[in-house]
């Protein structure tokens, strides 16, 4: 008795399957593998013409870092401002690559000390660092966009 309540059972979970439309698997299948995907992440970072995309995604990420950080500096480095009080403090830029490659930076931190003494700061780093360009970052072989937050240390020692 117990087998055939058992047969029975297993019958009806199987039965359900079968009846599935071709339309409802292939969704099933679409939902499942889109559960799988981890959004927050991406198959291979932005890449500058220096890096090597065949290497790892820490390093990719790390040379993808390193090569910004270079161009930022060098694009920063002509900026001049005169401020009447010492200044030792950080602001964090957020910018944006997006799915063409293009760089552009959506906010830069507010900080009521730096912006009291350098009225143009925000739009003077935005200006110098929105002209660049690298390969887009992807996510399974889809050009995407992608935000990064960059710390710019300001020290007049």
């Not at 359900?16 to 992440?41: G, R, Y």
């Not at 912006?115 to 996510?139: M, Y």
Request: glycine letters at 4%.
């Amino acid at each position: 008795m117990q087998k055939y309540l058992f047969l029975i059972c297993f019958g009806m979970l199987v039965s359900c399957e079968l009846f599935m439309s071709k339309e409802d698997k292939t969704q099933k299948m679409v939902d499942d593998e889109l559960l799988a995907i981890d959004w927050n992440d991406v198959d291979q970072y932005p890449l500058f013409e220096e890096c090597d995309e065949t290497v790892s995604k820490p390093q990719q990420k790390g040379c993808f870092q390193n090569v910004l950080m270079g161009y930022f500096s060098k694009a920063l480095d002509s900026l001049h401002f005169q401020v009447e009080e010492n200044l030792n403090d950080t602001v964090f830029i957020d910018f944006e690559v997006d799915e063409h490659g293009f760089i552009t930076i959506r906010n830069v931190e507010e900080k009521t000390a730096i912006f009291n003494q350098i009225e143009n700061f925000r739009s003077e780093v935005t200006q110098r660092l929105n002209d660049f360009t690298v390969k887009p970052a992807l996510k399974r072989g889809i050009p995407v966009s992608i935000r990064f937050r960059l710390p710019l240390v300001l020290s007049t020692d």
